[in-house]
């Protein structure tokens, strides 16, 4: 999303250029047309993500060493405004504020790592917190809980490690 909102934003400076293009994502007629600015609300974190806050400084850190402040400064006004106009868009009085996941494809890009592992990074970062909510969901007598999920595969028979090829 933020690689669209640098190729269809001429003047990164320019506030109104960006809330222009922000809104119009908002409105489903830019980017991917699904009406959301990724990164940005949280299910449980509705005021702040302190992960988000922690990452937001590590990548101001990382984007001055790297030369790349220009670019910082994009995901500041975007990080800026957003809420207010999705409020407007969306007629919401709905508090957001950037997640963890808004800068870290920022910093992945900043660190040199391929765009193709950033999916399997943010699944290792929570495998073990899926797992938990697996274990927890099947010892509280299978009460779902967050995050939703559907296995959708059919039950397959166990081949052990050795065996598989």
Not at 2 to 21: F, G, P
Request: hydrophobic letters at 40%; aromatic letters at 10%; glycine letters at 6%.
């Amino acid at each position: 999303m933020m690689k669209n909102i640098r190729e269809n934003v001429k003047d990164w400076k320019d506030e109104d250029e960006v809330a222009h293009y922000l809104e119009k994502i908002l409105r489903k007629e830019a980017h991917d047309r699904a009406g959301l600015v990724y990164g940005m609300g949280h299910a449980v974190y509705t005021k702040s993500d302190p992960r988000a806050v922690i990452l937001k400084e590590k990548a101001r850190e990382l984007a001055a060493v790297k030369g790349r402040s220009d670019e910082f400064d994009l995901y500041l006004k975007v990080e800026k405004l957003t809420p207010g106009i999705f409020q407007r868009v969306k007629n919401s009085d709905k508090v957001i504020s950037p997640n963890v996941d808004f800068f870290s494809g920022f910093v992945y890009d900043l660190l040199g790592f391929p765009r193709e592992i950033y999916t399997p990074l943010f699944a290792m970062a929570r495998i073990v917190g899926w797992s938990a909510h697996r274990v927890e969901e099947l010892i509280n007598g299978k009460r779902i809980i967050r995050p939703a999920y559907k296995n959708v595969l059919p039950q397959q028979k166990y081949v052990p490690l050795a065996e598989r090829r």
